[in-house]
């Protein structure tokens, strides 16, 4: 059978895009023609196209034109808008995390840290809604990129729990590394907050998801979450804090760590961490307690391949692990990073999804329960903790 041909564009030309050109690499569901990439960053821009040989667009406009599955790898207080100009153009859009969220009131002196939070989850709620509504109303799709849902771990361990008819009873998780790269990630009107909706949003969207299936293959429908309790501190950011050079401390008006309990309409629970305070590579894990089984599914690190150097630059040109502070001694060296990550797994769920118009696990409504939780959370924080009730769109 010929594969079908789908054209792409690549809105924003930072890390996103690329490991998001990376992955696209390994589709094979249909044959990907790249129409090119538009970026606020007129130099970024060009030497991302460049590197790539793929035109560059003058607007987002004229790049929606051109392709009909557009990667949105812009900063989160532009999903929504960038995401809702897509739809109503009847194009599909790949969103990355976070689907979208509060990003202030657009006062000069708006911050992240005093704001009320009730405020936040509803205005994050609503922005949730507007990009279903325009959804509702489009020929095209919201993929979101939440590579989690398609890591091989996870999804293997979505083949035990439908093929055991697992009940997941606890779930535990947590990313966390020294710190972001990205400036607009420490700034609450660009990135809608801090650790916990900027790496909280991994394990809980994983959640959502295994508890999603686990419901979908026992009852015939997802258990979907009712109940959070959060607490947020921003450590680096302490008066006491003594800085020794090795983690971020770029952090404006967001907090670096995040701790958040959810509570699923079954009674079952799961505990997530969030923090930019783990020195020694990024963590992405997720531990599944259920009733006949229990599951370690570790993204990184993993003892796939481990390596050992006397000296750091013995390994100048050697990628070792993604946020390593050092390449000497052990490391955990990964030998395919996105290959565990899930980026290839979720481009190529998306285009396949497109080429056949099927359905795709990563989808709006899943980004809006992550959204809604993470907002929930938020508010219990404020509250010191307290359960908070969760909305689900
Ligand atoms: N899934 C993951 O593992 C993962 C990892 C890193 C980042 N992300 C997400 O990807 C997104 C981008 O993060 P990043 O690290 O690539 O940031 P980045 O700062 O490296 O790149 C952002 C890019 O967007 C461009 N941009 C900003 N506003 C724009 C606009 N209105 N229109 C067009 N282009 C615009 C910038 O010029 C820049 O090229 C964020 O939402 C982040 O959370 C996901």
Redesign the pocket.
């Known amino acids: 059978m010929q594969k079908k041909t789908i054209r792409c564009g690549f809105?924003?030309?930072?890390?996103?895009?690329?490991?998001h050109y990376r992955a696209l690499q390994h589709v094979v569901s249909a044959k990907v023609e790249v129409a090119g990439v538009?970026?606020?960053?007129k130099a970024?821009?060009e030497s991302?196209a460049k590197e790539r040989g793929i035109p560059t667009f003058d607007s987002?406009d004229a790049l929606i034109d051109a392709a009909d599955v557009l990667h949105?790898?812009?900063?989160?207080?532009?999903?929504a808008?960038?995401a809702i100009q897509i739809l109503n153009k009847g194009k599909n859009a790949i969103v990355?995390?976070?689907f979208t969220g509060y990003f202030g009131d657009g006062s000069e002196d708006f911050c992240g840290d005093t704001f009320d939070r009730e405020v936040g989850l509803k205005a994050a709620l609503q922005s949730c809604a507007q990009v279903l509504e325009a959804e509702k109303h489009s020929a095209g799709k919201i993929f979101y990129?939440?590579?989690w849902v398609y890591a091989p771990p996870v999804q293997k361990e979505r083949e035990i729990i439908e093929k055991t008819g697992a009940q997941i009873l606890w779930i535990n998780g947590e990313q966390s590394h020294s710190g972001?790269?990205?400036?607009?990630?420490g700034q609450w009107k660009l990135?809608g907050g801090g650790s916990l909706i900027?790496k909280g949003c991994?394990p809980l969207t994983a959640a959502l998801y295994l508890k999603g299936v686990e419901g979908r293959t026992r009852l015939g429908r997802a258990i979907r979450p009712v109940a959070v309790s959060a607490r947020t501190h921003a450590m680096t950011r302490m008066d006491g804090f003594v800085d020794k050079g090795y983690l971020k401390t770029t952090y404006k008006d967001t907090e670096d760590f995040a701790l958040i309990h959810v509570v699923f309409e079954d009674g079952t629970v799961a505990d997530l961490i969030a923090n930019e305070l783990s020195l020694g590579g990024t963590n992405n894990w997720i531990r599944v307690n259920a009733n006949n089984h229990r599951t370690l599914c570790n993204m990184s690190h993993n003892n796939t391949m481990q390596t050992f150097t006397p000296e750091a630059s013995i390994y100048d040109d050697v990628y070792v692990v993604e946020k390593i502070e050092t390449k000497a001694g052990w490391s955990e060296i990964a030998p395919d990073e996105g290959w565990y990550?899930g980026?290839q797994h979720e481009l190529e769920a998306f285009y396949k999804a497109v080429a056949e118009d099927a359905f795709v696990e990563s989808n709006s409504q899943l980004a809006s329960d992550t959204i809604a939780t993470i907002y929930a959370g938020y508010l219990s924080a404020q509250r010191g903790g307290a359960e908070v009730a969760i909305t689900n769109l």
């Open positions: 809105v924003g030309s930072g890390f996103a895009a690329a490991f538009y970026s606020a960053d970024g821009m991302f987002l949105v790898c812009t900063p989160p207080v532009t999903h808008p960038i990355e995390k976070p990129a939440e590579n972001s790269h990205s400036l607009a990630y990135s900027g991994h990550l980026y």
